[in-house]
Protein backbone atom coordinates (compact mmCIF):
# COMPACT_ATOMS: atom_id res chain seq x y z
CA UNK A 1 0.00 0.00 0.00
CA UNK A 2 1.07 3.22 -0.78
CA UNK A 3 0.11 6.13 1.42
CA UNK A 4 -1.10 9.50 0.58
CA UNK A 5 0.32 12.33 2.33
CA UNK A 6 -1.36 15.08 1.26
CA UNK A 7 -4.32 15.83 -1.74
CA UNK A 8 -5.66 18.95 -2.15
CA UNK A 9 -7.75 19.78 -5.96
CA UNK A 10 -5.95 22.12 -8.51
CA UNK A 11 -9.28 22.61 -10.65
CA UNK A 12 -12.60 21.19 -10.59
CA UNK A 13 -11.74 17.29 -11.52
CA UNK A 14 -7.98 17.68 -11.30
CA UNK A 15 -6.42 16.67 -8.25
CA UNK A 16 -2.38 16.75 -6.81
CA UNK A 17 -1.52 14.19 -4.59
CA UNK A 18 1.39 13.19 -2.71
CA UNK A 19 2.00 9.53 -1.88
CA UNK A 20 4.81 7.94 0.07
CA UNK A 21 7.09 6.06 -2.12
CA UNK A 22 10.56 6.31 -1.17
CA UNK A 23 12.21 3.59 -3.75
CA UNK A 24 10.32 5.31 -7.28
CA UNK A 25 11.04 9.02 -5.75
CA UNK A 26 14.64 8.69 -5.56
CA UNK A 27 15.01 6.46 -8.93
CA UNK A 28 12.79 8.75 -11.17
CA UNK A 29 13.65 11.31 -13.88
CA UNK A 30 11.70 13.83 -15.89
CA UNK A 31 9.32 12.18 -18.29
CA UNK A 32 8.26 9.10 -16.53
CA UNK A 33 5.10 7.62 -15.20
CA UNK A 34 4.01 4.82 -12.62
CA UNK A 35 1.18 2.53 -13.48
CA UNK A 36 -1.02 2.74 -10.20
CA UNK A 37 -4.32 0.46 -9.38
CA UNK A 38 -6.45 1.57 -6.96
CA UNK A 39 -7.67 -1.41 -5.81
CA UNK A 40 -6.76 -4.87 -6.08
CA UNK A 41 -9.78 -5.65 -8.68
CA UNK A 42 -8.71 -2.16 -9.81
CA UNK A 43 -7.56 -1.29 -13.47
CA UNK A 44 -4.39 -0.36 -13.99
CA UNK A 45 -3.52 3.32 -15.26
CA UNK A 46 -0.44 5.59 -15.96
CA UNK A 47 0.31 8.71 -14.52
CA UNK A 48 3.43 11.14 -14.59
CA UNK A 49 5.57 11.83 -11.43
CA UNK A 50 4.91 15.56 -11.53
CA UNK A 51 7.76 15.92 -9.01
CA UNK A 52 9.74 14.08 -6.12
CA UNK A 53 11.34 14.16 -3.39
CA UNK A 54 13.38 11.87 -0.91
CA UNK A 55 10.59 9.97 -0.19
CA UNK A 56 7.23 11.51 -1.89
CA UNK A 57 6.11 11.16 -5.28
CA UNK A 58 4.01 13.59 -7.08
CA UNK A 59 0.64 12.99 -9.16
CA UNK A 60 -2.09 14.60 -11.00
CA UNK A 61 -4.63 13.55 -11.68
CA UNK A 62 -7.79 14.34 -13.88
CA UNK A 63 -11.21 12.59 -13.29
CA UNK A 64 -11.88 11.22 -16.81
CA UNK A 65 -13.55 8.26 -16.43
CA UNK A 66 -14.18 5.38 -13.42
CA UNK A 67 -10.41 4.78 -12.35
CA UNK A 68 -9.17 8.58 -12.51
CA UNK A 69 -12.55 9.85 -10.20
CA UNK A 70 -12.27 6.96 -7.93
CA UNK A 71 -8.81 7.97 -7.35
CA UNK A 72 -9.69 11.02 -6.92
CA UNK A 73 -12.09 10.29 -4.39
CA UNK A 74 -8.94 9.45 -2.29
CA UNK A 75 -7.37 11.91 0.80
CA UNK A 76 -4.76 12.43 2.94
CA UNK A 77 -4.27 9.21 4.89
CA UNK A 78 -6.26 6.68 2.68
CA UNK A 79 -3.49 4.98 0.51
CA UNK A 80 -3.28 3.79 -2.81
CA UNK A 81 -2.81 -0.97 -3.82
CA UNK A 82 -0.19 -0.55 -6.18
CA UNK A 83 2.71 1.75 -7.60
CA UNK A 84 5.18 0.53 -10.02
CA UNK A 85 8.05 2.20 -12.10
CA UNK A 86 9.31 4.52 -12.73
CA UNK A 87 8.65 3.59 -16.00
CA UNK A 88 8.93 4.83 -20.00
CA UNK A 89 12.54 6.65 -21.02
CA UNK A 90 13.30 9.95 -19.47
CA UNK A 91 13.01 12.93 -21.05
CA UNK A 92 16.08 13.67 -23.84
CA UNK A 93 17.22 17.08 -22.02
CA UNK A 94 19.54 18.88 -24.00
CA UNK A 95 20.63 22.75 -24.56
CA UNK A 96 18.86 24.11 -27.58
CA UNK A 97 18.74 27.85 -26.80
CA UNK A 98 14.91 28.88 -26.54
CA UNK A 99 12.72 25.51 -25.63
CA UNK A 100 9.00 25.80 -26.27
CA UNK A 101 6.84 23.96 -23.68
CA UNK A 102 2.91 23.79 -24.41
CA UNK A 103 0.63 22.04 -21.93
CA UNK A 104 -2.82 21.36 -22.87
CA UNK A 105 -5.55 20.72 -20.03
CA UNK A 106 -3.71 18.19 -17.46
CA UNK A 107 -0.93 18.15 -20.08
CA UNK A 108 0.87 20.93 -18.42
CA UNK A 109 1.51 18.59 -14.99
CA UNK A 110 3.07 16.09 -17.26
CA UNK A 111 5.11 18.74 -19.37
CA UNK A 112 6.16 20.34 -16.02
CA UNK A 113 8.98 18.09 -14.89
CA UNK A 114 10.82 17.72 -18.13
CA UNK A 115 10.37 22.11 -18.61
CA UNK A 116 12.13 22.26 -15.31
CA UNK A 117 14.99 19.71 -16.47
CA UNK A 118 15.86 22.01 -19.81
CA UNK A 119 15.73 24.80 -17.68
CA UNK A 120 17.96 23.29 -15.44
CA UNK A 121 20.06 22.51 -18.96
CA UNK A 122 20.52 26.26 -19.23
CA UNK A 123 17.81 26.84 -21.97
CA UNK A 124 15.79 29.97 -22.10
CA UNK A 125 12.09 28.18 -21.45
CA UNK A 126 8.80 29.65 -22.66
CA UNK A 127 5.42 28.20 -21.95
CA UNK A 128 2.26 28.11 -23.56
CA UNK A 129 -0.50 26.72 -21.26
CA UNK A 130 -3.67 26.67 -22.82
CA UNK A 131 -7.09 25.24 -21.38
CA UNK A 132 -11.02 25.47 -21.98
CA UNK A 133 -11.59 28.09 -19.89
CA UNK A 134 -10.13 29.91 -17.15
CA UNK A 135 -10.86 27.34 -13.96
CA UNK A 136 -9.45 24.17 -15.88
CA UNK A 137 -5.88 25.96 -16.31
CA UNK A 138 -3.64 24.13 -14.02
CA UNK A 139 -0.03 25.09 -12.82
CA UNK A 140 0.41 28.47 -14.27
CA UNK A 141 2.15 29.34 -10.94
CA UNK A 142 4.54 26.92 -10.49
CA UNK A 143 5.32 27.25 -14.50
CA UNK A 144 6.04 31.29 -13.94
CA UNK A 145 8.76 30.25 -10.82
CA UNK A 146 11.20 29.11 -13.80
CA UNK A 147 9.97 29.65 -17.12
CA UNK A 148 11.43 32.99 -19.19
CA UNK A 149 7.67 33.46 -20.51
CA UNK A 150 4.38 32.33 -19.80
CA UNK A 151 2.00 32.50 -22.11
CA UNK A 152 -1.62 31.16 -21.74
CA UNK A 153 -4.21 30.72 -24.32
CA UNK A 154 -8.64 30.20 -23.62
CA UNK A 155 -10.29 28.33 -25.87
CA UNK A 156 -13.25 30.85 -24.46
CA UNK A 157 -10.84 33.99 -23.86
CA UNK A 158 -12.01 33.73 -20.28
CA UNK A 159 -8.10 34.38 -19.34
CA UNK A 160 -5.03 35.25 -21.25
CA UNK A 161 -5.28 35.12 -24.66
CA UNK A 162 -8.55 33.68 -26.46
CA UNK A 163 -7.60 31.36 -29.12
CA UNK A 164 -5.58 28.12 -29.57
CA UNK A 165 -2.19 27.45 -28.11
CA UNK A 166 -0.80 27.13 -32.10
CA UNK A 167 -1.48 30.81 -32.06
CA UNK A 168 0.81 31.78 -29.09
CA UNK A 169 3.23 29.10 -30.83
CA UNK A 170 3.23 30.72 -34.00
CA UNK A 171 3.89 34.21 -32.53
CA UNK A 172 7.01 32.47 -31.07
CA UNK A 173 8.60 31.13 -34.06
CA UNK A 174 8.13 34.56 -35.36
CA UNK A 175 9.64 36.47 -32.50
CA UNK A 176 13.74 36.74 -31.95
CA UNK A 177 13.59 34.05 -29.66
CA UNK A 178 12.73 31.20 -32.27
CA UNK A 179 12.29 27.62 -30.24
CA UNK A 180 15.77 25.19 -31.12
CA UNK A 181 12.62 22.87 -29.64
CA UNK A 182 9.05 22.18 -29.40
CA UNK A 183 7.59 19.98 -26.86
CA UNK A 184 4.20 19.06 -26.53
CA UNK A 185 1.82 17.56 -24.55
CA UNK A 186 -1.87 17.32 -24.42
CA UNK A 187 -5.04 16.00 -25.94
CA UNK A 188 -4.03 14.20 -29.51
CA UNK A 189 -5.87 16.99 -31.62
CA UNK A 190 -3.89 19.26 -30.00
CA UNK A 191 -0.46 17.70 -30.12
CA UNK A 192 -1.11 16.95 -33.91
CA UNK A 193 -1.95 20.74 -34.32
CA UNK A 194 1.24 21.57 -32.65
CA UNK A 195 3.31 18.78 -35.17
CA UNK A 196 1.15 20.67 -38.19
CA UNK A 197 2.60 24.51 -37.03
CA UNK A 198 6.71 23.69 -36.51
CA UNK A 199 6.62 21.09 -39.53
CA UNK A 200 6.89 23.94 -41.91
CA UNK A 201 9.70 25.70 -40.09
CA UNK A 202 11.59 22.70 -39.68
CA UNK A 203 11.50 22.60 -35.59
CA UNK A 204 12.77 19.58 -33.76
CA UNK A 205 9.25 18.76 -31.85
CA UNK A 206 8.70 16.26 -29.88
CA UNK A 207 5.13 14.83 -27.88
CA UNK A 208 4.14 12.53 -25.11
CA UNK A 209 1.92 10.34 -26.18
CA UNK A 210 -1.09 8.39 -24.30
CA UNK A 211 -1.36 5.57 -25.79
CA UNK A 212 -4.05 3.09 -23.29
CA UNK A 213 -1.45 0.92 -21.26
CA UNK A 214 -1.58 -1.89 -19.25
CA UNK A 215 1.67 -3.39 -18.27
CA UNK A 216 4.05 -0.87 -18.84
CA UNK A 217 6.54 -3.12 -19.58
CA UNK A 218 6.46 -3.48 -23.53
CA UNK A 219 4.73 -7.00 -22.98
CA UNK A 220 0.74 -6.96 -23.58
CA UNK A 221 1.25 -4.75 -26.73
CA UNK A 222 -1.48 -2.60 -25.66
CA UNK A 223 0.22 0.94 -26.11
CA UNK A 224 1.74 0.17 -29.95
CA UNK A 225 2.25 3.40 -31.70
CA UNK A 226 2.98 3.91 -35.52
CA UNK A 227 6.28 6.38 -35.71
CA UNK A 228 8.14 6.75 -38.75
CA UNK A 229 6.29 3.78 -40.26
CA UNK A 230 7.60 1.41 -36.91
CA UNK A 231 5.71 0.15 -34.77
CA UNK A 232 6.81 0.90 -31.54
CA UNK A 233 5.70 0.34 -27.48
CA UNK A 234 5.33 3.61 -26.19
CA UNK A 235 5.84 2.65 -22.25
CA UNK A 236 9.42 1.52 -23.35
CA UNK A 237 10.01 3.10 -26.82
CA UNK A 238 8.23 6.36 -25.07
CA UNK A 239 6.35 7.98 -23.81
CA UNK A 240 8.15 11.10 -25.87
CA UNK A 241 8.45 10.73 -29.85
CA UNK A 242 9.49 12.96 -32.75
CA UNK A 243 5.71 14.76 -33.17
CA UNK A 244 6.65 14.86 -37.12
CA UNK A 245 6.74 11.36 -36.95
CA UNK A 246 3.64 9.84 -34.77
CA UNK A 247 0.82 8.73 -36.98
CA UNK A 248 -1.89 10.49 -34.91
CA UNK A 249 -5.00 9.02 -36.95
CA UNK A 250 -3.96 5.52 -35.54
CA UNK A 251 -3.15 6.39 -31.98
CA UNK A 252 -6.85 8.53 -31.91
CA UNK A 253 -8.76 5.16 -33.53
CA UNK A 254 -7.14 2.97 -31.00
CA UNK A 255 -7.63 5.29 -27.68
CA UNK A 256 -11.29 5.02 -29.00
CA UNK A 257 -11.75 1.50 -28.92
CA UNK A 258 -13.16 0.91 -25.45
CA UNK A 259 -15.05 3.88 -25.59
CA UNK A 260 -18.35 2.09 -25.14
CA UNK A 261 -17.28 0.16 -22.02
CA UNK A 262 -15.41 2.81 -20.51
CA UNK A 263 -18.39 5.13 -20.62
CA UNK A 264 -21.52 2.43 -19.46
CA UNK A 265 -18.41 2.34 -16.25
CA UNK A 266 -18.62 5.66 -15.77
CA UNK A 267 -22.30 6.14 -15.71
CA UNK A 268 -22.29 2.66 -13.26
CA UNK A 269 -19.85 4.71 -11.06
CA UNK A 270 -21.71 7.87 -11.00
CA UNK A 271 -24.86 5.71 -10.17
CA UNK A 272 -23.00 4.22 -7.14
CA UNK A 273 -21.77 8.13 -6.03
CA UNK A 274 -25.66 9.40 -5.86
CA UNK A 275 -26.30 6.43 -3.75
CA UNK A 276 -26.68 7.67 -0.05
CA UNK A 277 -25.17 4.81 1.57
CA UNK A 278 -22.27 4.32 -0.57
CA UNK A 279 -18.79 4.58 0.83
CA UNK A 280 -15.81 5.84 -0.90
CA UNK A 281 -13.12 3.61 1.40
CA UNK A 282 -15.30 0.68 0.92
CA UNK A 283 -15.57 0.98 -3.64
CA UNK A 284 -11.66 2.42 -3.19
CA UNK A 285 -11.11 -1.14 -1.37
CA UNK A 286 -13.72 -3.30 -1.95
CA UNK A 287 -13.62 -6.72 0.33
CA UNK A 288 -12.15 -4.60 3.55
CA UNK A 289 -14.85 -3.80 6.60
CA UNK A 290 -16.70 -0.95 6.33
CA UNK A 291 -15.20 2.10 8.95
P1 LIG B 1 -11.70 5.70 -18.88
O1 LIG B 1 -13.08 6.15 -19.00
O2 LIG B 1 -11.40 4.24 -18.65
O3 LIG B 1 -10.87 6.17 -20.16
C1 LIG B 1 -10.92 7.51 -20.64
C2 LIG B 1 -9.86 7.63 -21.73
O4 LIG B 1 -8.56 7.49 -21.13
C3 LIG B 1 -9.92 6.49 -22.77
O5 LIG B 1 -10.80 6.78 -23.83
C4 LIG B 1 -8.49 6.36 -23.19
O6 LIG B 1 -8.18 7.35 -24.16
C5 LIG B 1 -7.72 6.67 -21.91
N1 LIG B 1 -7.39 5.47 -21.14
C6 LIG B 1 -8.26 4.57 -20.61
N2 LIG B 1 -7.59 3.57 -19.99
C7 LIG B 1 -6.29 3.85 -20.13
C8 LIG B 1 -5.09 3.19 -19.72
N3 LIG B 1 -5.10 2.04 -19.06
N4 LIG B 1 -3.91 3.75 -20.07
C9 LIG B 1 -3.86 4.93 -20.74
N5 LIG B 1 -4.95 5.60 -21.16
C10 LIG B 1 -6.14 5.07 -20.85
N6 LIG B 1 -3.66 11.42 -16.87
C11 LIG B 1 -3.60 12.29 -15.85
O7 LIG B 1 -4.64 12.78 -15.40
N7 LIG B 1 -2.41 12.68 -15.28
C12 LIG B 1 -1.22 12.19 -15.72
O8 LIG B 1 -0.17 12.54 -15.17
C13 LIG B 1 -1.24 11.24 -16.79
N8 LIG B 1 -0.10 10.73 -17.26
C14 LIG B 1 -0.14 9.79 -18.26
C15 LIG B 1 1.06 9.24 -18.70
C16 LIG B 1 1.07 8.31 -19.71
C17 LIG B 1 2.39 7.71 -20.15
C18 LIG B 1 -0.16 7.93 -20.31
C19 LIG B 1 -0.14 6.90 -21.41
C20 LIG B 1 -1.36 8.45 -19.89
C21 LIG B 1 -1.36 9.39 -18.84
N9 LIG B 1 -2.56 9.95 -18.36
C22 LIG B 1 -2.50 10.88 -17.34
C23 LIG B 1 -3.88 9.53 -18.88
C24 LIG B 1 -4.55 8.55 -17.91
O9 LIG B 1 -3.80 7.36 -17.81
C25 LIG B 1 -5.98 8.23 -18.38
O10 LIG B 1 -6.75 9.40 -18.35
C26 LIG B 1 -6.65 7.18 -17.47
O11 LIG B 1 -6.05 5.93 -17.69
C27 LIG B 1 -8.14 7.12 -17.73
O12 LIG B 1 -8.69 6.10 -16.91
P2 LIG B 1 -10.20 6.12 -16.45
O13 LIG B 1 -10.59 4.74 -16.04
O14 LIG B 1 -10.42 7.18 -15.45
O15 LIG B 1 -10.98 6.58 -17.74
FE1 LIG C 1 1.88 -3.16 -22.47
FE2 LIG C 1 3.22 -1.01 -23.32
S1 LIG C 1 1.65 -1.11 -21.86
S2 LIG C 1 3.36 -3.03 -24.06
MG1 LIG D 1 -10.85 3.06 -17.17
Not at 107 to 120: D, L, V
Not at 124 to 153: K, N, P, Q, S
Not at 266 to 282: G, K, S, V
Amino acid sequence: MYRIIEASWLAPEVKRFRLEAPEIARKQRAGQFVIIRVHEQGERIPLTIAASDERTITLIVQGLGKTTRLLNQLEAGDAVRDVVGPLGKPSDIHYYGTVAVIGGGVGTAIAYPTARAFKFAGNRVVAILGARTRDLLILEAEMREFCDEVHVTTDDGSYGVKGLVTDSLQAVIASDNRPGLVLAIGPIPMMRAVAETTRPHGIKTVVSLNPIMVDGTGMCGGCRVQVAGRSQFACVDGPEFDAHAVDFKILAARNAMYREAEQRSLAEFNAQRLDPHHCRLTEAHPGSPPP
